[in-house]
């Protein structure tokens, strides 16, 4: 197999000016709504606030890098996760993340003040985007500020619905770049390089300068999961880029490193909750939506 080509680094757009969205105990939640092209990115940075990333439209890869605290973490780990708009990106706050546009995007951060954020909310997740979620995101985006009271019942509900929304583990963790084992990671970045190589753990380790057993022993106590689970949520990073441009199904699975089209779908349902071509058909339709949101607003 030929090594995977490198794509070119997306170009680094500015913070910008944060002071009109900075949010504060008496304004606690504060939406900022941009319009972005493909292949930008936000550098990596961190806040006192903690921020909800969702895009009404395209596709977003957050990175997140979280210090290593409990659960056996002894250095920091770093998550990138694919957003598709169906789904949306808790960060807490002071941790540092970046964000790239892989597609062109309508991007919509809600701005936490800490004294709103519940104290369990110490973890980024993947929050699937319900509808009712979705159009609280879309009413704090209009232009005039509401009521007090009206602000109020927004936060409520808009917590509950965080609270209670269904999680995907979509990221990709990776070791610290400063922190971790270095032959893990390298493993990891040629892994990343060439989603399609279903090569087995036995197999990687050959070129890893590391022992099967150890990798496993790695990949447990640095991230937290097996090196299956790890690999799988890696091709679902390469694939869901895809779905969303609309490329087809069969051509995903191939690209992926799939058989058949049928194998590659099995995979996508079980670790998604849906077939490859209903998100297909789901991106398609959310622009639609958004829009037609963003006009009620």
């Known amino acids: ?92 706050p002071l941790a540092q993340h970046a964000v790239t546009i892989v597609e062109a995007a309508q991007l919509l951060t809600l701005y936490f003040d800490p004294s709103a954020v519940p104290a369990r909310w110490t973890r980024s997740r993947v929050l699937v985007v319900s509808p009712l979620l979705r159009e609280l995101i879309h009413a704090l985006d209009r232009p005039l500020r509401p009521t007090v009271a009206v602000e109020r019942a ?40 060439a989603p399609a190589q279903h090569t087995s753990l036995a197999g990687w380790a050959v070129h890893a300068g590391a022992s099967e057993r150890t990798l496993a022993r790695l990949f447990r106590e640095e991230l937290g999961t097996s090196f299956l689970r790890w690999r799988q949520q890696v091709v679902l990073a390469h694939a869901l880029p895809m ?44 622009p639609q939506a958004a829009t037609a949101s963003s006009t009620r607003a």
Not at 280 to 285: D, F, N, S
Request: charged share 20%; net charge positive.
């Open 1 to 92: 197999m030929q090594p995977a080509r490198l794509r070119r680094p997306p170009r680094a757009l500015p913070l910008g000016d944060t002071d009109p969205f900075r949010p504060t105990p008496k304004q606690p939640v504060r939406c900022r709504s941009r319009q972005l092209e493909g292949d930008n990115q936000v550098e990596p940075h961190n806040h006192a606030w903690g921020q909800l990333a969702y895009c009404a439209r395209g596709l977003l890869q957050v990175t997140v890098v979280h210090a290593g605290a409990g659960h056996g973490e002894r250095t920091p780990v770093e998550t990138t996760t694919i957003v598709p708009p169906s789904r949306a990106v808790w960060i807490p």
């Open 243 to 286: 779905l969303a441009r609309g490329v087809s199904v069969g051509r995903v699975a191939e690209a992926s490193g799939y058989a058949s089209e049928s194998a590659f779908s099995a995979m996508f349902k079980s670790a998604m909750g849906l077939a490859p071509t209903h998100l297909r058909e789901q991106t398609k339709a959310l």
């Open 154 to 193: 927004l936060l409520t509900l808009l917590i509950d619905e965080m609270e209670q929304a269904d999680t995907q583990p979509l990221g990709v963790p990776m070791p610290s770049a400063s922190g971790g084992d270095r032959r893990l990671r390298n493993l990891c970045e040629a892994v990343m390089q």
